[in-house]
Each structure stands twice: as structure tokens, then as C-alpha cells.
């Protein structure tokens, strides 16, 4: 090649930013195709050890998870819409390029519609007519813990799958009931399924239940502008305490805590929670402030319940 052959700009992709660019797109790949196949029910146990392993390591603040798996999103989704639209190698140079630069690209929460029903839902049976003893189906310790705090007698069992295959499960295999969000069944047009909405004050909310968040390219003007229609200002600023809350924890929806903010006028009343996974031991503290200042409201419930209850021992034992 002469001094006057103009380098393919390709070229210039370093081996570094190829292998970061490349490790991600397979993490991507990997993790999705483990996470679909959990979610179709068919997890197993090396899968379930892969993806807990992997939540777990990037948990050391609950913003981490919303980041990481945005990433690996996009890093395992775009090659295939990319290579189509470029018809372009799988594994070129420029898509590597191009996966890398989405990587690094800032994304921001555009738009929070209004919110759903935030209650959670008992399929099968309300909780009145179970049985003493009676198996309850759940993936979630804070709905175990709430729902093991008021009816200590009830068993559980964990269920995984999409939403119908949760649903099914409800009166088969000793099952009686089983937990789900109220929000999940109304949007796919199955309320009528429900034996029982569970009031937030018999089981509060996973952070941000019900709750839709839009994402688009921070630097996306136009696109930010389009959202923005759709915002709902009440459920934003709800939805921020309670992820203030979150953030305070430094954890994610897997451990045994809940938080669910309300607004009245320009007032924000959030409640916080934290359980032993038995149910044993839950401790609840409430604050109500400005809600544009929501966010530090929620930070503060979770400080108060991290070091002056003992919420920090029993997230330990979790």
C-alpha cells in the first residue's frame, strides 16, 4: 500500500475496541437466549447459576443493573438489525464499531406514561379462601415475604415462565394460587383471571410496578420532544421516590424490600418496606415531603430503615 492509498476507515476499529465491542455483542447473545429460555419456562439449573452469578456481580447499586442489562439489550439485539439493514458480516469491523459506539452512547428515560394498577394479584384463590398450608406460586422473595408475614401458615413455590404459563400453573400440581402483578394481566386483557387484587397495605409494591419507562439517545431532540407527550407528570415523580429508594438499598428487585410513593398535589408520601425472606420480620417507615423532591424522600426512607431499624441485618440474611 502507498503513502497515497487512503486507509479504509474500517481500519482504524483498534483490537481493543474490537474485543470490547465483540465480548459484550456474545454477553449480550448469551444472556438473552438464557433469560428467553428462562422466561418459557425451560430453566435449568446451570442457566439459573449463570444469570443469578451475573445479577448478583453487578449489583453493587441497583443504577448498575438498569445500565448493564440496557446494554447487553442492545449489544445482543442490534447486530441482527444491523447486519440486515448493512447487509453486513455478522462479525465485521464496522458493526463491531457500531455496537461499541451504542454502548457508549447516553440513553435517558424520555417518558413515564401514566401508571397502571400498581397492586399485586392472586390468581386462583383471594387470599381469604386458601387453605391452611395451601402452596402459594411466586418468583419474588418481597411477595413471598409480605404474603408469608400475614398468613404464616402458607407454603411457596417458586414459577417461571411467560405470563399464561404463570397463569396456568394456578390449581395444577397442589398450586392454589398464584402472584403476579394486577398490571401485567389487565394489558394483555386478563383482569378477569384475578381472584384478588392485594391492597398495598397487605403487600406493597416492587419499585416502579406498573410503571412503563421509555428510552431513547439522550442527544435525540426530536425523538425526546415526540415522548414527552406521552409523560405523565404525577407517575414520574412517583416513580422517581421510589427508585430513590432503591438506589439507596443498592440492590435490585430481587431482594425482600418495596417501596410505593403517592401524590397528592405537590406532596409525595413514600412507604418503604424490608422483610426477612420468612416473613418473620418486616419493617415499614414512611416519609411525606415535597415531590420535586421525591427522589431524596425515597433515599431517606431507606437510610432510616438501612441503619436506625435494622434493615441492613436483615437484607444480610436475605
Known amino acids: 500500500m502507498s503513502a497515497d492509498t487512503p486507509r479504509d476507515p474500517?481500519?482504524?476499529?483498534?483490537?481493543?475496541?474490537?474485543?470490547?465491542?465483540n465480548v459484550a455483542l456474545l454477553g449480550g447473545i448469551v444472556t438473552g437466549l438464557l433469560q428467553g429460555l428462562e422466561h418459557a419456562g425451560f430453566a435449568f439449573p446451570a442457566s439459573e447459576y449463570f444469570l443469578r452469578s451475573y445479577y448478583h456481580s453487578v449489583s453493587m447499586h441497583g443504577v448498575l443493573n438498569v445500565l448493564v442489562w440496557t446494554t447487553f439489550f442492545i449489544a445482543g439485539f442490534l447486530p441482527f438489525i444491523s447486519a440486515r439493514a448493512y447487509a453486513?458480516?455478522?462479525?465485521?469491523?464496522?458493526?463491531?464499531?457500531?455496537?461499541?459506539?451504542v454502548m457508549l452512547a447516553g440513553l435517558v428515560i424520555a417518558a413515564v406514561?401514566?401508571?397502571?394498577?400498581?397492586?399485586?394479584?392472586?390468581?386462583?384463590?383471594?387470599?381469604v379462601d386458601l387453605p391452611e398450608g395451601a402452596v402459594v406460586a411466586t418468583g419474588s422473595l418481597?411477595?413471598?415475604?409480605?404474603?408469608?408475614?400475614?398468613?404464616?401458615?402458607?407454603?411457596?413455590?417458586?414459577?417461571?415462565?411467560n405470563m399464561a404459563t404463570r397463569v396456568a400453573k394456578a390449581g395444577q400440581?397442589?398450586?392454589a394460587a398464584v402472584v403476579?402483578?394486577?398490571?401485567?394481566?389487565?394489558?394483555?386483557?386478563?383482569?378477569?383471571?384475578?381472584?384478588?387484587?392485594?391492597?398495598?397495605?397487605?403487600m406493597v409494591p416492587q419499585v416502579g410496578q406498573a410503571a412503563l419507562a421509555v428510552e431513547c439517545r439522550a442527544e435525540d431532540d426530536e425523538v425526546r420532544c415526540a415522548l414527552g407527550r406521552i409523560e405523565h407528570g404525577p407517575s414520574r415523580r412517583a416513580v422517581d421516590a421510589e427508585r430513590g429508594f432503591l438506589?439507596?438499598?443498592?440492590?435490585?428487585?430481587?431482594?425482600?424490600?418495596a417501596a410505593y410513593a403517592t401524590l397528592a398535589g405537590d406532596s409525595v408520601r413514600v412507604r418503604g418496606l424490608i422483610a426477612t425472606v420468612d416473613g418473620s420480620r418486616v419493617i415499614r417507615h414512611e416519609l411525606s415531603g415535597p415531590?420535586?423532591?421525591?427522589?431524596?424522600?425515597?433515599?431517606?426512607?431507606?437510610r432510616t430503615l438501612l441503619d436506625e431499624q435494622g434493615g441492613a441485618e436483615l437484607l444480610g440474611g436475605a
Open 291 to 302: 415531590a420535586a423532591a421525591g427522589a431524596a424522600l425515597g433515599r431517606s426512607v431507606a
Open 173 to 175: 400440581d397442589g398450586v
Open 113 to 127: 406514561p401514566e401508571r397502571a394498577d400498581v397492586r399485586d394479584a392472586l390468581v386462583g384463590a383471594a387470599l
Open 142 to 161: 418481597r411477595r413471598r415475604a409480605q404474603l408469608a408475614h400475614v398468613r404464616p401458615d402458607l407454603r411457596f413455590e417458586g414459577v417461571r415462565g
Open 180 to 202: 403476579v402483578a394486577a398490571a401485567a394481566l389487565d394489558r394483555l386483557g386478563w383482569g378477569d383471571r384475578i381472584a384478588e387484587r392485594l391492597e398495598v397495605d397487605v
Open 10 to 21: 474500517e481500519a482504524r476499529l483498534t483490537g481493543a475496541h474490537m474485543l470490547v465491542a
Open 88 to 101: 453486513m458480516p455478522l462479525y465485521s469491523p464496522r458493526l463491531g464499531w457500531i455496537t461499541f459506539w
Open 247 to 257: 438506589a439507596e438499598l443498592g440492590g435490585d428487585c430481587s431482594l425482600p424490600a
